[in-house]
C-alpha cells in the first residue's frame, strides 16, 4: 500500500520515516525547483538507494526499504512536502522534456514593423501617440532596468512592465509610460494594420 507522508521541512532539514516499501516519489512541494534527498535504508540502517527528487518525480527501490532519510536541500526555502512511500507501484508524472509549436508564425507585411527604443528619466512620463493604422504595440522593458515601467502614466499603479517582461497592446490608442528610474529602457515594436 502506498500512503502520503507530509512534512514541513526547513533549510537543510532532514527527517527519518519509518515505512516498508519499495517505491518513493514527491508527490508535491510547496516551492518550486528544490530538491530532496531521499535515502531509502534497509533494516540494518544501511543506505539501500540514495535520490535526488523534485515535484512529481517518482521511482521504484531495488530492494525493500524499512526507513527514508529525507533532506531539504535548498539553503533557503522552507518547503512543504507530500511523499508518497510503501510496497506498489506508480509512475513519475514530473513533466519534463521540450514543447514545440505546430503551427508556423508568419507576419504577412514584414515592413508594416517599426521598432524603437525610448528613454525615460525619472519621474518624466512619455507618450506613444495614437495611431489609427496600428494593430498592435509590443512594449519590452530591459532587463538591466531598475525598476518596472507603468502602463497608463502613474507610478504604483496600472500596469508594471518589469525588468525583461513584454507586454502586447491591441488597439490604436495613444500609450502613456512612466520609469522611476533614470536611464531604465523601454523598447516599442508596433504592427500596422
Known amino acids: 500500500m502506498i500512503r502520503d507522508y507530509p512534512f514541513n521541512l526547513t533549510p537543510g532539514q532532514q527527517v527519518r520515516q519509518p515505512v516498508l516499501g519499495n517505491y518513493v516519489g514527491l508527490k508535491r512541494c510547496s516551492v518550486d525547483a528544490v530538491s530532496i534527498l531521499v535515502q531509502a535504508e534497509d533494516d540494518q540502517g544501511q543506505v539501500i538507494a540514495s535520490v535526488v527528487l523534485q515535484q512529481g518525480e517518482a521511482l521504484p527501490i ?67 501617440a495614437s495611431d489609427a493604422n496600428r494593430r498592435n504595440l509590443m512594449l519590452k522593458a530591459d532587463p538591466t532596468n531598475t525598476s518596472p515601467f507603468w502602463v497608463g502614466g502613474v507610478a504604483n499603479s496600472g500596469v508594471p512592465i518589469y525588468p525583461g517582461e513584454t507586454i502586447v497592446l491591441t488597439g490604436t490608442h495613444a500609450v502613456t509610460l512612466l520609469s522611476a528610474t533614470v536611464g531604465d529602457v523601454l523598447y516599442s515594436m508596433s504592427q500596422e494594420a
Open 62 to 128: 531495488p530492494r525493500s526499504f524499512h526507513r527514508l532519510v529525507i533532506t531539504n536541500q535548498d539553503g533557503l526555502s522552507t518547503v512543504d512536502i507530500v511523499m508518497l512511500a510503501g510496497v506498489g507501484d506508480f509512475q513519475s508524472y514530473r513533466l519534463t522534456g521540450s514543447v514545440s509549436i505546430s503551427e508556423e508564425v508568419t507576419i504577412a507585411n514584414p515592413s508594416s514593423l517599426t521598432t524603437n527604443a525610448s528613454f525615460i528619466e525619472t519621474g518624466a512620463g512619455t507618450t506613444i
